[in-house]
Every structure is written in structure tokens, then in C-alpha cells.
């Protein structure tokens, strides 16, 4: 079910969206909800991930190996941002 919202754009934006609307022939309010729904996909999916980073002494270890014969692929995530 679609209903209507009154959203205030840049008129810049505006001439981009009517631009691609043109060259897509897709309706720009078909756009604009696609836009819409990818950006809080993704905003959903960063609140729902930890953030995720590698400690400074895996890091460490892994640069000691760079340029010798027993170079590493670099290290995975090994400490997760507390909640």
C-alpha cells in the first residue's frame, strides 16, 4: 500500500532525480522510494552488525610477517565493540 509524504528535497537533487527519471522512463517517486528503502536497509544492517575490529597486537604480529617468507593474509576481526 503506498501513501504520500511530503519531503523537502535540494532543488539540486530534484533536477538529478527528474534527470533519471527521464533516462530510466521509471516514475520519480518509484526512484525515490528505492533510494529511500536501500539507504535504511542499510542503516538497519549497520545498527544490527557489531562493529567488529582487529587488536593492535594481531596487527602487529601480521605487519612483522610482511616481506618475509612467511608473509600472512591480513588478520580477521578479533575483538568485538562492546553493546
Same mark, same amino acid.
Given at each position: 500500500? =503506498? %501513501?504520500? +509524504?511530503? !519531503?523537502? /528535497?535540494? +532543488?539540486?537533487?530534484? @533536477?538529478? &532525480?527528474? +534527470? &533519471?527519471?527521464?533516462?530510466? %522512463? @521509471?516514475?520519480m517517486?518509484? /526512484?525515490?522510494?528505492?533510494?529511500?528503502?536501500?539507504?535504511?536497509?542499510? @542503516?538497519? !544492517? #549497520?545498527? %544490527?552488525?557489531?562493529?567488529?575490529? !582487529?587488536?593492535? +597486537?594481531?596487527?602487529?604480529?601480521? &605487519? =612483522?610477517?610482511?616481506?618475509?617468507?612467511?608473509?600472512?593474509? #591480513?588478520? !580477521? #576481526?578479533? /575483538?568485538? =565493540?562492546?553493546?
Amino acid at each position: 500500500m =503506498k %501513501q504520500t +509524504a511530503d !519531503v523537502e /528535497i535540494p +532543488a539540486d537533487v530534484l @533536477r538529478r &532525480l527528474d +534527470a &533519471l527519471s527521464r533516462r530510466t %522512463q @521509471r516514475p520519480m517517486s518509484d /526512484i525515490a522510494t528505492e533510494a529511500l528503502s536501500d539507504y535504511l536497509d542499510a @542503516r538497519d !544492517v #549497520a545498527v %544490527q552488525e557489531p562493529e567488529l575490529f !582487529v587488536s593492535n +597486537a594481531t596487527v602487529l604480529g601480521w &605487519l =612483522k610477517t610482511w616481506g618475509t617468507a612467511d608473509e600472512t593474509d #591480513a588478520p !580477521v #576481526a578479533d /575483538i568485538r =565493540k562492546p553493546s
